[in-house]
């Protein structure tokens, strides 16, 4: 029972256009979400968050829209460049919990 | 050096031998996490623990026990391997302070069980 669900397994732009990674969740009590990056060989790398009190979050290139009627969110990173080429997760948790789901990962590729 | 490491970082054992993964920090959180990440499937967390004396089952505990030996270590035994644990293990940390939601990760440990 998958809960936080990404089901597009890659994406590959081009570089300086937008990056749109898109996530969604059946259970309604999350109220955090977490975007991560993976490199090979690597672990995951907080990259940013939000709140279910909020709809957007920014943090230069990027920022994530929460859709709480919908269920969905989106990682939006705009200019895409060479080096955001990685695996991002989207994870979930409920308010004070620590039993955080994480989606199955999209394998962004920005070509140059 | 690294704030969360792992060992060993790949290890290839044989169907029903027991095996230890060790996690150590050194970012002074409370809060230790074992996961696991498999192909289509993402990270699923096995277990976890808020300090010494508190450990807690995760999505998929089944087959797998822990020890915090310490505030800064926290290992995962696989008691009797199989071949379905092969994985992608994963330990984080987080902070006791704020919301505790973002969890810094180690590099991984792969375990492949024959």
Redesign the interface.
Known sequence: DQQVKQNSPSLSVQEGRISILNCDYTNSMFDYFLWYKKYPAEGPTFLISISSIKDKNEDGRFTVFLNKSAKHLSLHIVPSQPGDSAVYFCAASEYNNNDMRFGAGTRLTVKP | DAD?TQTPRNRITKTGKRIMLECSQTKGHD?M?W?RQDP??????IY?S?DVKDINK??ISDGYSVSRQAQAKFSLSLESAIPNQTALY?C?T?DLEG??????????TRLTVL
């Not at chain 2, 289509?40 to 967390?45: A, F, K």
């Not at chain 2, 919301?99 to 991984?108: A, S, V």
């Open positions: 969360v809060r996490y996961y289509g499937l993402g990270l699923r967390l976890y808020f995760g999505e994963f984080a987080s919301d505790g939601h973002e969890q810094f990760f180690g590099p991984g």
